[in-house]
């Protein structure tokens, strides 16, 4: 039961700290750098597209990779330390830090890279696969929702057909169901269209 005990307290720490590193304004501190408030402008959402729209591609990129940081750190350090019932929890926390940071009044980014950086350390094959995706939908539809939206639905697809567990596959699908969400404007935009 002690051992039981450490192990918790050990995943609630983890899951904490990736709460707060995922709380990180990526897009309004490179933006702030830049002149501009992504929050303010564009979409208003602080994400790397916005700021690629906002700015530049290399602004854009900047901002991915660092939100892709902000899950895979603390998702690589749960793994490593903890296993990988941990890193799941640690990548929803993660994923909700950047979602609904407490210090920005619950409102933060829409998680894509954040869930994407975490989802290529838990299973690199299926976080390459779903990026793939992503490119290849935003290449073809040109609408960066829908490549999000496809990372979604791709990965917890992909995570049943490698027969992961069903706690993990459980996990993937919060993940998922988070960036949905937040992708609403975006649907009923594109349904508006149609």
């Known amino acids: 039961m002690p051992h039981y005990d450490d192990e918790v307290i050990e995943i ?18 490179v933006g702030r750098r830049l002149g501009i408030d992504p929050t ?15 700015c530049s591609r290399k602004a854009g990129i900047i901002v991915a990779l660092i939100d892709m940081g902000k899950g895979a750190l603390p998702t690589a350090l749960a793994l490593s330390v903890s296993g ?3 890193a799941h929890v640690v990548w929803v926390a993660a994923v909700v830090g950047h979602v609904w940071p407490i210090l920005r ?4 980014g829409k998680g894509v890279a954040t869930a994407g950086g975490a989802g290529l350390v838990i299973s690199p094959i299926i976080g390459l696969l779903c990026g793939l995706s992503f490119l290849v939908v ?13 990372i979604a639905f791709s990965y917890p697809l992909l995570a049943l057909i490698w027969g992961y567990p069903a ?23 594109l349904l508006a269209k149609r």
């Not at 935003?138 to 496809?150: C, Q, W």
């Open 138 to 150: 935003v290449k073809v539809v040109r609408v960066a929702a829908l490549g999000s939206l496809s």
């Open 84 to 86: 990988r019932t941990a």
């Open 40 to 54: 303010r402008q564009g979409s208003g959402n602080p994400g790397a597209s916005n700021m690629y729209r906002l």
């Open 167 to 189: 706690s993990e596959i459980l996990a993937s699908i919060g993940v998922a169901a988070i960036m949905v969400l937040r992708h609403q404007s975006n649907i009923r935009q």
């Open 12 to 29: 609630v720490a983890l899951a904490v700290a990736a709460y707060c590193l995922g709380m990180l304004p990526t897009a309004t501190l």
């Open 105 to 108: 009044g619950f409102r933060g």
